[in-house]
């Protein structure tokens, strides 16, 4: 089963930028298409963003479309989620997962398979 490792969470100022890292392995990235999730304290996880195996689609959230982009290179199992303009709304722990299958909405958790650790961003003057 694949494993997957976020990383590139820190400390930032509002509008600024931060570049969230998923890593993948023990699976071909190309079998799966990977969505990004957050979850900050006291809230319920969130979709955020997602992208399909090839790249070809993509979705966000209403909250982050302009602001964040997903992309992927699969030859180098790496997924990336650039947030730009971040706000103090966007606090949270953030986790990638990944689907073989994706057959309902991408926000869909129960479909991703496998999830990551989380790493914590933090959007604070």
């Known amino acids: 089963q694949v494993h997957l490792v976020e990383s590139g969470g820190g400390l930032v100022q509002p509008g600024r930028s931060l570049r969230l890292t998923c890593i993948t392995s023990g699976g071909t990235l190309d079998n799966y298409a990977i969505g990004w999730f957050r979850q900050a304290p006291g809230k319920e996880r969130e979709g955020v963003a997602y992208i399909s195996k090839n790249s070809a689609t993509t979705f966000y959230s209403d909250s982050v479309k302009g602001r964040f982009t997903i992309s992927r290179i699969n030859t180098e199992n790496t997924v990336y989620l650039q947030m730009n303009n971040l706000k103090p709304e966007d606090t949270a722990v953030y986790y990638c997962?990944?689907?073989?299958?994706?057959?309902?909405?991408?926000?869909?958790?129960?479909?991703?398979?496998?999830w990551g650790q989380g790493t914590q961003v933090t959007v604070s003057e």
């Open positions: 997962a990944a689907s073989s299958a994706v057959v309902q909405a991408w926000w869909w958790e129960p479909q991703f398979e496998a």
